[in-house]
């Protein structure tokens, strides 16, 4: 672990990644950003990686909508998204209900804020300013978003957000990035998503921070990039916050420590404490494959842990909104208070959402491959040598509720990108006892 700071320097001049710039003073730097905690990581297993072979190009043009079973639908060719016909899966039908204040009498936590159906989007802020993490994106306001057909609740009464899909564009591509005006110290985060965005050149996020970073601390609940399929979580703080043990064993977590152990922002060149699953359902293609689930993020005087229930595995007492985390298996992911103490180094926190492209971390591993779901380089899949180029040439194949997948001369292979975040629901409890 000692030799990740020169490993990274090394590999980010070698690898021309910054082109100059120092990405990781630069966000030291910066407040409420949002952190390439997996770099470090990510390089290390990229020098380490095996260079698969690139698959056997097409030479066929063919537009497919696939539906969230999986199952190919052949569509005329079109490169208009938004006039295609939409194939629902039924995944949500098994999604949690928001809770209400009658069901939740068996457990000490009591739903302090609730984000659901048609009013999922009220008490949100949508941030506006330039992507810290350097994506091609452009946040909007929430009149943008909405007129520009990026945000709305769907049919299934779900909220989805998803990114600009013009064929082409100069630089970024409108996003969205939106943060509960509500706060809260210690608490319990349920997020019941059933498709999150995944493909070359995405980086979604689902996070909670607080202010003065990393003064109020940051925990990456839902993280990842390109093709991954195991969810990273992970938490940026003041120096001081400190794991016990780097074995999953003693951590008490189904998860494996894939940073540093000190989670300070400032000593570790912004590492942070990353966790990554070990369920191939917890991230990108994986979690949309089963209809998504819940992650649950748990903050008390005993620590910090990540929970995910994958569709089909979610404790009843979520389902009936009177959470009983004592009874849940272990989280995947746990920072307990031995060595870090969870009012100390966190305060004030809101919920996020966001999506960014290509970045400081999605961009930096581009030619990367050894993560769980990067069998093949998102360089070698798409043919781009850069993420940017990529994705500032290829909004044809990022798809809106309809996943498409284009096989082109163009392409030395299919492509799908699926921006959209849909999202059941988000309610945070309070223990009362
Ligand atoms: C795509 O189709 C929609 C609905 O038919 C239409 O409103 C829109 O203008 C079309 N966009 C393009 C780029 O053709
Ligand atoms: C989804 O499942 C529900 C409950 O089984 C059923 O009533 C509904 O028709 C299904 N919807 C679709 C689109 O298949
Ligand atoms: C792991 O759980 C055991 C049993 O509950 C407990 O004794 C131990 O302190 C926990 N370890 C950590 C690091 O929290
Ligand atoms: C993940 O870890 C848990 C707890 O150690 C274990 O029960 C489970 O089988 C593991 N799953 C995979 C896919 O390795
Ligand atoms: C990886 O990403 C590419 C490009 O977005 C996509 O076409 C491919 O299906 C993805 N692979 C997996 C296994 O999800």
Redesign the pocket.
Known sequence: MHTFFPLIALALASLSLVQGKSLILTHAHKAAVKHSAGLARDLRVAFGGILATQPSSSSNQNFYCVGSDGEGVTMPPSGNSSSSPTVKGNATSTGMAAPSSTSVASSSWKVADSYSGQTFFNGWGFFTAADPTDGNVQYVSQSTAQSAGLIEINSDGNAVMRVETTPQVQTNRQSVRITTQATFNGGLVVMDAVHMPTGCGTWPAFWTNGPNWPAGGEIDIIEGVNNYTNNQATIHTNPGCILPSTT?ASLNM?GTLVASTDCSASQTGNQGCGIRS???NSFGSGFNGIGGGVYAMLWDNSGIKVYFFPRGSIPSDISAGAPQPQNWP?PMADWPSTDCNPYQYFNTHSAIFDTTLCGDWASAVWTGTGVPGQDVSCAQQTGFSTCSAFVQASGGSFSEACKFRILSMFYPTSLTVTTDWEVSSVVIYQNTS
């Open positions: 999953s189904s070990n369920s191939s272990a």
